[in-house]
């Protein structure tokens, strides 16, 4: 992989910048996660767009910062790397709720961010169940119980090499990053709603696309294939697999749904 770093802030940022175009895939892992996320099909997309995938900070091979960090240093940090990697034109793919920072992107950067997707996100907005969890994951007493609960939901029925290592990963991380990743993620929805009411209030909403797994129930897909119905830029595909990351599981139609959305912006 082209790898490379910038520093902001004191901080190295880890990034791979790889394949050639000029609108750059700018792939964004989740909370307690890295660009091992998207290994299953970064090499697919690299052959067709430029596709950079960035650590955050406190991830990866990125910098371990001594301060507290959030949704704001993480932004900062993303536009860091897209202005020194030279991109004009960009389309977040935003795994879970990095989504928050690609709706910023957006904000930030307007017709610069050509189209956003979505992978394995609360789109319609977070349920009470789950605003309670991300309660209990800032508590010192309770970040671990939830974080088990959610590897349970996240595994599914399955026992899939790719999301057992995805998991793994994601298990090193300590209770500072993932309490710290429920803060975040509760003061977003707090603050914002649902994710799709935040896309239609931009002054121009832009093309958006939602790929997701779980849940399995048909009256979730049906709420968001309503939505697309009603809203031409937005559309959802649900893949037929049975974890919280249908990347490892279904990596080639993954990819493809994300270049067939691509290719029509």
């Not at 892992?29 to 052959?47: H, I, K, T």
């Not at 993303?78 to 793919?93: F, G, K, M, T």
């Not at 779980?214 to 649900?238: I, T």
Request: with cysteine.
């Amino acid at each position: 992989m082209a790898s490379h770093a910038l520093t902001r802030d004191g901080i190295s940022i880890a990034y791979d910048d790889r394949g050639v175009g000029d609108l750059a895939l700018v792939c964004l892992p989740g909370w307690c996660s890295d660009r091992f996320q998207f290994s299953p099909v970064v090499d697919f997309l690299a052959e067709r767009h430029r596709t950079i995938v960035v650590d955050w900070r406190g991830h990866g091979e990125s910098d371990r910062p001594a301060s507290d960090y959030g949704y704001g240093q993480m932004v900062e940090d993303v536009l860091a790397v897209v202005e020194s990697a030279q991109v004009d034109r960009i389309v977040p793919v935003a795994a879970s709720h990095a989504g928050w920072v690609a709706l910023e992107l957006r904000r930030r950067l307007g017709d610069r961010v050509a189209g956003c997707v979505f992978l394995s996100w609360m789109v319609l907005g977070a349920p009470p169940p789950f605003l309670a969890g991300l309660r209990r994951m800032q508590d010192a007493d309770g970040w671990e119980e939830v974080k088990n609960q959610l590897f349970g939901m996240w595994r599914g029925a399955g026992n899939h090499a790719g999301v057992e290592a995805q998991l793994a990963r994601m298990d090193s991380y300590g209770a500072e990053t993932w309490m710290r990743a429920g803060r975040e993620i509760e003061s977003a929805y707090t603050r914002f709603g649902a994710p799709v009411d935040v896309l239609s209030s931009l002054d121009a909403p832009v093309k958006s696309l939602h790929v997701y797994a779980q849940p399995d129930d048909p009256a979730e897909l049906e709420a968001q294939q309503n939505f697309a119905s009603e809203h031409a830029w937005f559309s959802v595909r649900r893949l037929e697999a049975a974890s919280h990351f249908p990347q490892f599981e279904l990596p080639d139609e993954t990819a493809r749904l994300v270049e067939d959305f691509v290719s029509k912006l």
